[in-house]
Nanobody, 114 residues
Framework: QVQLVESGGGLVQPGGSLRLSCTTSGFAFSGKIMSWYRQAPGKEREFVASISLTGSSQGYVDSVKGRFTISRDNAVNTVYLQMNSLKPEDTAMYYC???????WGQGTQVTVSS
């Protein structure tokens, strides 16, 4: 069965960095566009970043451009999100998502606070 396991979240001060990982199984990872989403308390889930099958192309929501970098390693079925220059407004639960698969993992909490 499909599994998406996010990890790497935590509490960080403004300006700090975190690297999120999403390990996957149960589907052909290298054949799927992968994305990261986030959901802040009281808000709808929003798109953060996506990456093409080979990793050659990425897309980002405007609010994270220049600060976040999405990458993938097809050899280990894992997608990453490097988050730099974190801001309090980045505080949210972060989820990864495989295109066209209706499944969400448990997410990993990112809290940016001094």
């Amino acid at each position: 069965q499909v599994q998406l396991v996010e990890s790497g979240g935590g509490l960080v001060q403004p300006g700090g960095s975190l690297r999120l990982s999403c390990t996957t199984s149960g589907f052909a990872f290298s054949g799927k566009i992968m994305s990261w989403y986030r959901q802040a308390p009281g808000k709808e889930r929003e798109f953060v970043a996506s990456i093409s099958l080979t990793g050659s192309s990425q897309g980002y929501v405007d609010s994270v451009k220049g600060r976040f970098t999405i990458s993938r390693d097809n050899a280990v079925n894992t997608v990453y999100l490097q988050m730099n220059s974190l801001k309090p407004e980045d505080t949210a639960m972060y989820y990864c998502k495989a295109a066209l698969i209706d499944y969400w993992g448990q997410g990993t909490q990112v809290t940016v606070s001094s």
